[in-house]
């Protein structure tokens, strides 16, 4: 009770803000205070939605996620679970009489239900290794849940059993034999991820998925990487059986029976296929798929499978645009999917059989959907620079969209933030490269502002038109910056022809792409000032910024922020975990002649570095492991530089932590100020 009349008096504060007082500029508490609205599920019956809300206490240094209900009109609106444990994952049961959902409220995380109109919570399994993810068979009665268990293990119990073994071994030492021992954040201690299903009301589980490989996959896969045919009889699953994963992206989807038995490969690319939905029917198999081996950011084309003669079409060989995901129709030969297209997202919709998808929503970030079951409308996941995601319906027939959630409507009403405004010009090989901008809060054409140019990762990445968390561009804009970030060579969104320049190109066009993109900004709009002008990137966005450092001999560029970046490639290949990407990116390994890691490398031009530099890294980042920063700073250091090193024992590469980002961003913003002065 104490805890809601607390949030109905924040509530009410925030209200009289919006509706008497000025508005601000946004600042980190109203940004990371900001309810995230995630994982949307619709009821059998289409007459409500089960959500997730996520928020986070700066000062108690930790975040929550509760689970919510909105009726399909947005009329009606209820919190469904207050536990001060995270719940997560919420699926309605086939005959929508319960909820379960994901919870470590009682020890490790494990299934539990709940009535949504009434009614505590229970407990549903005790798997021994904790539940990762969970689906509802089709007659509601097993649940199919993904676990981490040791390859030898028969069961979750048995690896349980093996685990508490090994725990009473006082040592800490890892005797590790092969590729790959880890990855992104965390070590994989000899276990693999499998999919079971266990009895909704009790019993052994059932192994599904082979003990030697990774179901769902280490990387590269889908929010949907196993799923059960509508008649419940099977388990379509996504996994990778080459003998060295860290080496390959060829992720290929299998058909095993519910008991896990005649296991059978559904796909034989060598490239990446992932995400498979049956159709309503069961005849069709729709999946996501990539051509080419080894490479991660190939086209994503939507596909299908049928099940009854092994026939593959490719639904979108006439989209130069990877497809996001998707969602199947009733009537068995309708698709809806979405695609990233120059900085937002387009919603198509096509057939089997049909020429070309027909599009049907363009100029939206999409970060969802779902299909109601009267087929009239889809469920939408959207937000914008100016709005993290929100719900919306999208009417089918009547082409409109409607917001059914206000999550933080109220805080949003109190802030002063300007749109996205987009700009083209003419970049590298003559082509037409995307700048988006957003201007700072209050803004005066007649004034003088400094720029900041942020950078993206990836490099196979994008900014967009959205909400970011971490590199938030209105966060970035509030101190009184004008903030622009170039979509170039490399970047998705743009077909796939401009996505491939990148590669074996790290710091040529795509480098061209920002001085040019940086120079044209301070030609055309004359509230910009020269003479202030950073830049700061994250990932390949701090490879960038490393190679920015070592090439900015006409001092376009007065202060620098490199954020988990690459700085020597040759360590970078011999401690970074998926080794598929240096392979393709820098053609070949190290050693072999014709790669190009010295021809990309930063390290090699230390010798020019004069630009102030602020670098950022986390300890626990495997992708890009740390010692990248620490060398990075040390050459800096060395060479008399005036740079600033902010370094977590406790992220990886992200920092989510709410007093680290508090610090991250009040690190960031005063070593630009002391360059910038805005």
Not at 420 to 428: L, T
Not at 455 to 477: K, M, T, Y
């Amino acid at each position: 009770m104490r805890k809601c009349l607390v949030h109905m008096g924040l509530m009410l504060m925030l209200l009289v803000t919006s509706l008497f007082a000025e508005k601000r500029p946004l600042a980190f508490e109203d940004m990371f205070e900001m309810g995230r609205v995630g994982d949307p599920q619709i009821s059998p019956d289409g007459n409500w939605i089960v959500y997730s809300i996520t928020r986070y206490s700066v000062e108690e240094n930790s975040g929550n996620s509760d689970i919510y209900l909105v009726s399909a009109d947005g009329k009606t609106q209820k919190r469904l679970t207050t536990f001060p444990k995270t719940d997560t994952h919420a699926r309605w049961s086939p005959d929508g009489k319960m909820i379960a959902f994901i919870s470590s409220r009682d020890g490790s995380a494990q299934i539990y239900g709940i009535d949504p109109f009434g009614g505590e919570a229970r407990q549903l399994t005790s798997v021994a290794t904790g539940v990762n993810d969970f689906s509802w068979s089709p007659d509601g009665k097993h649940f199919a849940v993904v676990t981490d268990m040791y390859p030898e293990a028969a069961t979750p119990a048995e690896s349980a059993k093996m685990a508490a073994a090994k725990a009473e071994d006082k040592s800490t030492g890892r005797v590790i034999d092969a590729l790959l021992y880890r990855h992104w954040n965390s070590w994989k201690e000899g276990k693999n991820s499998r999919v079971v299903t266990v009895p909704v009301n009790g019993g052994a589980a059932v192994s599904i998925t082979p003990g030697n490989t990774d179901s769902p996959p280490i990387s590269l896969g889908s929010g949907h990487d196993y799923t059960w045919s509508p008649d419940g009889s099977q388990i379509c699953f996504v996994q990778n059986t080459d003998p060295m994963v860290a080496v390959s992206t060829n992720n290929d989807l299998w058909l095993a029976d519910r008991n896990g038995e005649n296991h059978r490969q559904v796909t034989t690319n060598r490239g990446n296929d992932n995400g498979p939905r049956f159709s309503p029917n069961g005849k069709y198999i729709a999946y996501l798929s990539m051509a080419r081996e080894g490479f991660e950011a190939d086209q994503q084309n939507l596909m299908v499978y049928n099940t009854e003669n092994g026939e593959v079409k490719n639904l979108t060989t006439a989209l130069d645009r990877s497809v996001s995901d998707f969602v199947w129709a009733s009537d068995n030969k309708t698709i809806y999917f979405y695609v990233a297209n120059e900085g937002r997202s387009s919603l198509y919709r096509t057939k089997i059989g049909q020429r070309a998808p027909r599009l049907i929503l363009d100029k939206k970030y999409i970060g969802g959907l779902a299909l109601y079951p009267d087929g009239k409308s889809l469920l939408l996941k959207i937000q914008s620079a100016t709005m993290p995601y929100e719900l919306f319906n999208f009417d089918l027939k009547k082409s409109t969209l409607t917001q059914i959630t206000f999550t933080n409507q109220l805080r949003l009403n109190a802030l002063e933030m300007n749109p996205v405004e987009d700009y083209w010009f003419v970049g590298a090989f003559g082509d037409s490269v995307h700048l988006l901008m957003i201007k700072p809060p209050n803004f005066d054409p007649s004034k003088k502002y400094p720029m900041i140019h942020l950078i993206h990762g990836g490099p196979q990445g994008a900014f967009s038109d959205d909400f970011h968390f971490r590199w938030n561009s209105e966060l970035f804009a509030a101190p009184g910056y004008v903030v622009i970030m170039v979509n170039f060579h490399g970047s998705r969104g743009y077909g796939q022809k401009f996505c491939d320049a990148v590669s074996k190109d790290w710091g040529g066009a795509p480098f061209q792409d920002i001085r040019i993109g940086t120079q044209w900004a301070l030609d055309n709009f004359d509230f910009i000032d020269r003479e202030r002008v950073g830049a700061a990137g994250a990932s390949y966005g701090g490879f960038m910024i490393n190679w920015i450092a070592g090439h900015n001999n006409d001092k376009l560029f007065k202060v620098l922020v490199s954020h988990d970046g690459v700085y020597e490639q040759v360590s970078m290949f011999g401690a970074t975990e998926e080794l598929w990407f240096p392979m393709w990116e820098f053609n070949g390994k190290p050693w072999e002649e014709g790669s190009v890691y010295q021809v990309w490398n930063p390290a090699n031009y230390a010798d020019h570095f004069d630009t102030p530099m602020l670098v950022i890294h986390g300890e626990h980042d495997y992708r890009v492991p740390y010692t990248q920063g620490l060398q990075l700073f040390t050459a800096l250091q060395v060479k008399g530089v005036d740079s600033r090193l902010l370094f977590f024992p406790d992220e990886d590469h992200f920092v989510r932590k709410p007093q680290n980002a508090r610090l991250w961003w009040k690190t960031v913003h005063g070593w630009l100020a002391k360059y910038l002065n805005p």
